[in-house]
């Protein structure tokens, strides 16, 4: 048992289920103690009784002598609690012991689908896409590491009527220019040239929409020149997962083409359970609970008067899919905050076809938009779309000036290697650090910054423990477990310490990274007044010196474990 927090919860709802059962504690991380249980406010007011004496009675009942030295009543009627040195002290000693480092394993690991990233084919990938695929890599890592089954799919857009414009536009300027434009990343153009030829000419609009049937009735060169597109696109798309340092494989791209054949059968079924409404020509869902703003009932619509899919039908397919086929328990999509109605409405459709039973969860991950620094989206100096490939060279090449700056190791490729580590560490962080929800100012200067709630500031705090940890004074016997925690310092590091899994575990339930970055910071803030306090190779004896070395180490290597887990890489040296 490891997650103190849950410990500490878990017997105080004893005591307070002996006076209400059910009651929740409200237990929070504290600045007066280490923790506060705040729960006996509301519980005063449903009964009506002073909350105060509702606390005494949690702190009679609670048994908590060997977690806390001190559980008392203060202000209204919170109890405040403060961990026993002991009990810290033998709780660093089994982290110290367990390479997992104090983070337990799920009790009922999961089989867990990750929908992230999702770029299209023969579109530019932008800065949405980039906070999207680090957003889900970080769940995918944190997930896997607790022990859950994680399979990733790259829900790419490779597929519907546009296709028909495209593979006419690759066939006018010919495919070996085509290839040439799209392996440089420029797909953006090619797109847009497409679509001026599409509204320029009415004979490319007839070739656009035969080549639409074409391909959707299996032709051969037809889907020959469909794969040019998509492996072209791909390649682009791998180069940037490529510099990103994410687990997306190629084989996790399971693309809208893949449910194709599986849409008529969405329509068959549904039609089938009773659920089909024709409504203007298009065959739709009525869910309940969705209205539009004038309260008339929402559609979902499932097949289009001319007899297309949308994505409802591909995203109902693919839920199918996951949970029949793939065998989910869970499903998390990792999609920006507009798509939440659309996936809201099929998560409502597959639970009422029985495709999404009731013990399998949807989550829809939401995150909001990336801004520039005037606060509209993200756009080049240029005015257009900016290109990941160049954003991501760009941040390596800031990293490598403040590394310079900062005369770090000599050698000029752990250099470049710490360059890129901080830098795409950098991005990561940026875009992991913000509550997901809202939108986010990208801002180089802040997000490369060496002090602050960033990438480099861990990185920087990680590498110098190590570097006092390789320090000859360091060396000598092992270090002291169960370490002494006198200083308040030592203490504070103490508490830090054991709040890991409590972290990650918050990662897991809320589906936030920011969560575990939040608890990185505060650890490395709490270090630094450690250090500033408490000599550790000049420490008073060498019991102490030992015991504090043991802190360095395992502050230190929470620091990397913990950016592992969101994956940025922690350099030994800087
Ligand atoms: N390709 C879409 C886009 O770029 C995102 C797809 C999201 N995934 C899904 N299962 N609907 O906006």
């Not at 977690?67 to 009543?73: R, Y």
């Not at 791909?234 to 083409?257: N, Q, T, W």
């Not at 939108?439 to 002090?451: N, Q």
């Not at 008073?540 to 070395?549: G, I, N, P, Q, V």
């Amino acid at each position: 048992m490891a997650d103190v927090r849950k410990l500490l919860e878990s017997r105080l709802r004893a005591a307070f289920d002996a006076i209400d059962p059910g009651a929740d504690p409200v237990l929070r991380p504290s600045e007066h103690a280490d923790y506060q249980a705040n729960g006996a406010l509301a519980l005063g007011k449903k009964l009506g009784r002073a909350p105060r004496k509702i606390a005494e009675q949690v702190v009679a009942e609670a048994r908590l002598d060997d977690i806390c030295e001190l559980v008392e009543v203060s202000g209204p009627g919170f109890v405040n609690l403060s961990l026993a040195e002991d009990f810290l002290s033998r709780q660093l000693a089994s982290i110290a012991d367990d390479e997992r480092l104090g983070v337990d394993v799920a009790p009922v690991p999961q089989r867990v689908v990750v929908d992230y990233s999702a770029p299209n084919v023969a579109k530019e990938m932008h800065v949405g896409h980039l906070h999207g695929t680090i957003i889900g890599d970080a769940l995918c890592r944190v997930l896997t590491f607790v022990g859950h089954e994680v399979i990733r799919r790259n829900h790419v857009g490779d597929w519907g009527t546009p296709f028909g414009m495209l593979i006419e536009h690759l066939v006018d300027v010919g495919e070996s220019e085509a290839v040439e434009e799209l392996s440089v990343g420029d797909l953006d153009g090619f797109y847009r040239q497409a679509r001026a030829s599409f509204d320029a000419e009415e004979a490319f609009r007839e070739r656009s929409r035969r080549r639409v049937v074409l391909l959707q009735s299996g032709d051969e060169e037809t889907l020959r020149l469909w794969h040019v597109l998509v492996a072209e696109s791909v390649r682009y798309f791998e180069e940037v997962y490529a510099k990103l340092g994410v687990l997306l494989e190629p084989e996790d791209i399971v693309g809208e083409s893949f449910y194709n054949p599986m849409l008529n059968d969405v329509v068959r079924d549904l039609d089938a359970l009773g659920l089909l409404v024709e409504s203007e020509g298009a065959r739709c869902v009525f869910p309940a609970g969705f209205v539009n703003r004038d309260g008339d009932p929402l559609p979902l619509i499932v097949q289009k008067s001319d007899g297309g899919f949308g994505y409802a039908a591909t995203d109902l397919a693919a839920i199918r899919d996951r949970v029949g086929g793939l065998g989910a328990n869970r499903i998390l999509y990792v999609i920006g905050s507009p798509q939440s109605q659309h996936l809201a409405m099929c998560f409502a459709v597959a639970r009422l076809a029985g495709w999404l039973p009731q013990d399998v969860e949807a989550v829809h991950v939401a995150f909001g938009n990336v801004l520039g620094a005037d606060h509209k989206m993200l756009k080049s100096r240029a005015g257009t779309s900016v290109k990941l490939v160049e954003l991501l060279d760009e941040a390596v090449e800031r990293a490598a000036r403040a590394v310079d700056e900062h005369d770090g190791p000599g050698d000029s490729n752990e250099r470049a290697r710490i360059a890129r580590s901080l830098g795409i560490g950098a991005v990561k962080y940026a875009d992991l650090s913000t509550d997901r929800l809202r939108d986010y100012v990208f801002d180089w200067d802040r997000m490369l910054a060496f002090d602050g709630n960033t990438a480099p500031y861990l990185q920087y705090a990680h590498a110098r423990i190590r570097s006092v940890l390789r320090r000859p004074e360091a060396g000598g016997p092992p270090a002291a477990t169960p370490p002494a925690l006198r200083a308040p310092a030592e203490r504070a590091l103490a508490v830090a310490l054991v709040g890991f899994d409590e972290a990650v575990n918050a990662v897991v339930e809320a589906n936030a990274p920011n969560k575990l970055t939040t608890y990185l910071y505060d650890l490395a803030s709490t270090f630094t007044s450690f250090y500033e306090t408490c000599p550790i190779l000049k420490a008073a004896t060498d019991e102490e010196r030992r015991s504090r070395l043991l802190l360095a180490r395992l502050t230190a290597d929470v620091l990397a474990l913990g950016l592992d887990l969101l994956g940025i890489e922690a350099p030994e040296r800087m």
